[in-house]
């Protein structure tokens, strides 16, 4: 850059931020809609928990095939993902981190909105790092569909 220094970030280089933009790539790829980016985020075995939401425990391939279907009815949803924690240990490591959901749910007049926990248990693979197993806590929900909270 003339007159300047190149201020350009070369990526994530800590175990910890390379955890914290897999989990942002987790929430881009939810809220775009973007399946082949959310397959990988995971790796091809991993199982995904989101029973607290009523989903069952399936594979990653079962729950994209759910939501390519359950997600084309949501206009809109917008994950934030925060207070990440990752107890690294080589090359495995647990992580917890909060999320704030808004969203906008077919048939719902105002806007809805869910709160948790994720709680993951990634490897590091040739890829970098993947979620190999994905518990969802939901902890709270406001204008779920049907009533209640």
């Known amino acids: 850059?003339?007159?300047g220094q190149d201020h350009r970030h070369a990526g994530p280089v800590t175990d910890s931020e390379q955890i914290a933009a897999l989990l942002y790539r987790y929430a881009r790829a939810v809220d775009t809609k973007d399946w082949d980016l959310y397959r990988s985020v995971f790796t091809d075995d991993a199982v995904i928990d989101?029973?607290?939401a009523g989903i069952p425990v399936r594979s990653r391939e079962e729950i994209v095939e759910f939501f390519t279907q359950a997600f084309t009815a949501i206009p809109w949803s917008m994950h934030y993902i925060t207070n990440i924690?990752?107890?690294i240990d080589g090359d495995t490591a647990d992580v917890r981190a909060m999320?704030?959901?808004p969203m906008q749910?077919?048939?719902m007049a105002e806007q809805s909105a869910c709160g948790g926990y994720y709680f993951h248990r990634l490897v590091?693979?040739?890829d970098g790092w993947r979620s190999r197993?994905?518990?969802e806590d939901n902890v709270w929900f406001v204008n779920r569909p049907g009533g209640g909270t």
Do not use: C, W
Request: net charge neutral; proline share 10%.
């Open 50 to 52: 989101y029973s607290s």
């Open 105 to 107: 749910l077919p048939g």
């Open 85 to 87: 924690e990752a107890d």
């Open 1 to 3: 850059m003339p007159g």
């Open 133 to 135: 197993h994905l518990r």
């Open 124 to 126: 590091r693979t040739a």
């Open 99 to 101: 999320f704030y959901n």
